[in-house]
Nanobody
Framework: QVQLVESGGGLVQAGGSLRLSCAAS????????MAWHRQAPGKQRELVAS???????SYADSVKGRFTISRDNAKDTVYLQMNSLKPEDSAVYYC????????????WGQGTQVTVSS
């Protein structure tokens, strides 16, 4: 069982930046894709960004050009750099990972709150 622990959330003004980190309890080199999802109150959870085991990123249209996902296999950590934040980015952000050869996200973190004030 892989445990994922997020950190780096907080309160920031619109236009500001935050970097989220997701530390895994085992080597992530063996995992398939990893991703950040978010869920705002009253809304469904949505995929924000994902990165393959080979390091290829993918982004939701709403965050393209503002967010950057990266993974450091040596540190077993995935990051989400969030720039030019908007109030609509406010949500609980969850880290997720796919088991080897899986196409679904098998492992989830507990979430970290991001609040962007206008």
């Amino acid at each position: 069982q892989v445990q994922l622990v997020e950190s780096g959330g907080g309160l920031v003004q619109a236009g500001g930046s935050l970097r989220l980190s997701c530390a895994a309890s085992q080597i992530i080199f063996s995992l398939n894709a990893m991703a950040w999802h978010r869920q705002a109150p009253g809304k469904q959870r949505e995929l924000v960004a994902s990165i393959t085991s080979g390091g290829s990123p993918s982004y939701a249209d709403s965050v393209k050009g503002r967010f950057t996902i990266s993974r450091d296999n040596a540190k077993d950590t995935v990051y989400l750099q969030m720039n030019s934040l908007k109030p609509e980015d406010s949500a609980v952000y969850y880290c997720a990972a796919q088991a080897p050869f899986s196409v679904v996200y098998n492992y989830w973190g507990q979430g970290t709150q991001v609040t962007v004030s206008s």
